[in-house]
């Protein structure tokens, strides 16, 4: 079982660019949800899809947005890039209705 | 709306001694609650969870009893090692609609086990 992989594992951009950040769920999962966690902090929900719909979102502005498709894998994307988005994105994966989240290792995004 | 609170860092203990690391909750309903630990580096990984009130949830040593009547899930281990050191999440989750709501987190407590 690989667990939960995300790609990339690091990434820079400038501001006003977009970015796409991509997670794989743990076998036999069919819920992804997304968290940024800034640097010293603990991670913040952005959102979580389930059956490839957003089922529910954090307090994040609509530059953030997402996609699940059919394999239960998920996409991030972030639009108008700003210096504040420069975190760690980490991706994680549950099954239905448990709320146990397995996390991935996470993407570093660095906006410069 | 759903909060946690934990005590804030570093916490830096020597080789053996005894761990308690503080967190309490803020949520409606009855929400889960767990630990997560962050080793350098790397991402989070589930160290233990309770479902309801007076569950104990445990794992690697690490203890932690879900109080509802303090809204605490303190962790605790008796004796720590130095590959504890990380920085340890307490977190929450509610379920709601058959599913699970993204968890929240308190900021994270740095650990640091000096030999």
């Known amino acids: 079982d690989a667990g939960v992989t995300q790609s990339p594992t690091h990434l820079i951009k400038t501001r006003g660019q977009q970015v796409t950040l991509r997670c794989s769920p743990k076998?036999?999962?069919?819920?992804v949800s997304w968290y940024q966690q800034a640097l010293g902090q603990g991670p913040q929900f952005i959102f979580q899809?389930?059956?490839?719909?957003?089922?529910q979102r954090g307090n994040f502005p609509d530059r953030f947005s997402g996609h699940q498709f059919p394999n239960y894998s998920s996409e991030l994307n972030v639009n108008a890039l700003l210096l504040g988005d420069s975190a760690l994105y980490l991706c994680?994966?549950?099954?239905?209705?448990?709320?146990?989240?397995?996390f991935g290792p996470g993407t570093r995004l660095t906006v410069l | 709306g759903n909060s946690v609170t934990q005590m804030e860092g570093p916490v830096t203990l020597s080789e053996e001694a005894f761990l308690t690391i503080n967190c309490t909750y803020t949520a409606t309903g009855y929400p889960s609650l767990f630990w997560y630990v962050q080793y350098p580096g790397e991402g989070l990984q589930l160290l233990l969870k309770a479902t309801k009130a007076d569950d104990k949830g445990s794992n690697k040593g690490f203890e932690a009893t879900y109080r509802k009547e303090t809204t605490s899930f303190h962790l605790e281990k008796g004796s720590v090692q130095v590959s504890d050191s990380a920085v340890y999440f307490c977190a929450l989750s509610r379920k709601s609609g058959g599913g699970a709501d993204g968890l929240t987190f308190g900021k994270g407590t740095h650990l640091i086990i000096q030999p």
């Open positions: 899809y389930y059956e490839e719909e957003e089922r």
């Open positions: 994680a994966s549950s099954l239905g209705g448990y709320n146990e989240q397995f």
């Open positions: 076998s036999g999962h069919d819920t």
